[in-house]
């Protein structure tokens, strides 16, 4: 029985879905990959369901009906994995921002090394970013450290998308009482698994900015994530996690 899997959202991904597939699967650990797709109309499910045939028992598609947000891509892929036995859930990009091959590491890390979170961290260890210009590359850091001083929690890089779930982390969360769908998801996820009181580990890597598709960053994600953080930190204020 596979016990890892790779969650991958994606709308209008068909420059990098094949070969960011193809990585995952070639990589020395067996995983299993679950593509969730908002309807893309360039033809990212086409591709998914061309390659099931080759990839039979590894590939899975699950579609939805329209674009709705990041944060509910992950929790219908989290719910996905939890009515399976899978031990290990994992949420990477689909256009090769996070590097498969440091999938394996992530994996080790909560696998052998006993973390309940494996966080792939672009903060840990300097500033591990390509292709930025300077003023995201300063508005994504200074919004981790933000956020890292309103909630108190001891996580450098807070809005990291590139993540691994022991199956335990997930099964205690509540996800119809997860809250946000953009950047301030990835923030909450960390927040409620760092209160409940999981071992969270960074492992540094190097993120490198999309040169295919487009990105999907918006103002209203960042506001989000700003004003998201005020909300958490209230809530937990009144002893609430979730």
Same mark, same amino acid.
């Given at each position: 029985?596979? @016990?890892?899997?790779?969650?991958?959202?994606?709308?209008?991904?068909?420059?990098?879905?094949? %070969?960011?597939?193809?990585?995952?699967?070639?990589? +020395?650990?067996?995983?299993?990959?679950?593509?969730?797709?908002?309807?893309?109309?360039?033809?990212?499910? @086409?591709?998914?369901? +061309?390659?099931?045939?080759?990839?039979?028992?590894?590939?899975?598609?699950?579609?939805?009906?329209?674009?709705?947000?990041?944060?509910?891509?992950?929790?219908?892929?989290?719910?996905?994995?939890?009515?399976? $036995?899978?031990? !290990?859930?994992?949420?990477?990009?689909?256009? *090769?921002? +996070? $590097?498969?091959?440091?999938?394996? =590491?992530?994996?080790?890390?909560? %696998?052998?090394?006993?973390?309940?979170?494996?966080?792939?961290?672009?903060?840990?260890?300097?500033?591990?970013?390509?292709?930025?210009?300077?003023?995201? #590359?300063?508005?994504?850091? &200074?919004?981790? =450290?933000?956020? %890292?001083?309103?909630?108190?929690?001891?996580?450098?890089?807070?809005?990291?998308? *590139?993540?691994?779930?022991?199956?335990?982390?997930?099964?205690?969360?509540?996800?119809?009482?997860?809250?946000? #769908?953009? !950047?301030?998801?990835?923030?909450?996820?960390?927040?409620?698994?760092?209160? &409940?009181?999981?071992?969270?580990?960074?492992?540094?890597?190097?993120?490198?900015? =999309?040169?295919?598709?487009?990105?999907?960053?918006?103002?209203?994600?960042?506001?989000?994530?700003?004003?998201?953080?005020?909300?958490?930190?209230?809530?937990?204020?009144?002893? =609430? +996690?979730?």
């Amino acid at each position: 029985m596979q @016990e890892a899997l790779v969650v991958i959202p994606t709308y209008n991904e068909k420059e990098n879905i094949e %070969r960011i597939l193809r990585t995952v699967f070639s990589l +020395h650990t067996d995983f299993h990959v679950l593509i969730v797709d908002d309807n893309s109309p360039d033809g990212t499910q @086409e591709i998914v369901k +061309h390659l099931q045939g080759e990839y039979e028992h590894r590939l899975f598609l699950l579609p939805r009906k329209g674009k709705q947000g990041l944060g509910t891509a992950y929790l219908a892929g989290f719910s996905w994995a939890l009515e399976r $036995d899978y031990q !290990y859930i994992f949420e990477m990009d689909a256009d *090769f921002s +996070h $590097d498969p091959k440091d999938l394996e =590491r992530l994996y080790a890390t909560c %696998r052998d090394d006993g973390f309940d979170m494996a966080i792939g961290s672009r903060y840990v260890k300097g500033v591990n970013v390509v292709n930025w210009p300077m003023s995201r #590359v300063l508005l994504s850091y &200074f919004a981790s =450290r933000y956020v %890292r001083f309103i909630l108190g929690m001891p996580i450098e890089d807070t809005t990291a998308g *590139f993540v691994c779930y022991r199956r335990a982390v997930l099964e205690k969360m509540n996800f119809k009482k997860i809250r946000f #769908v953009g !950047y301030a998801f990835q923030i909450e996820m960390k927040f409620i698994t760092y209160k &409940f009181g999981f071992k969270i580990k960074e492992i540094p890597v190097i993120f490198t900015d =999309r040169s295919l598709g487009e990105s999907k960053m918006t103002s209203g994600i960042i506001n989000e994530a700003v004003f998201g953080v005020l909300k958490l930190k209230l809530r937990s204020l009144l002893g =609430r +996690h979730q």
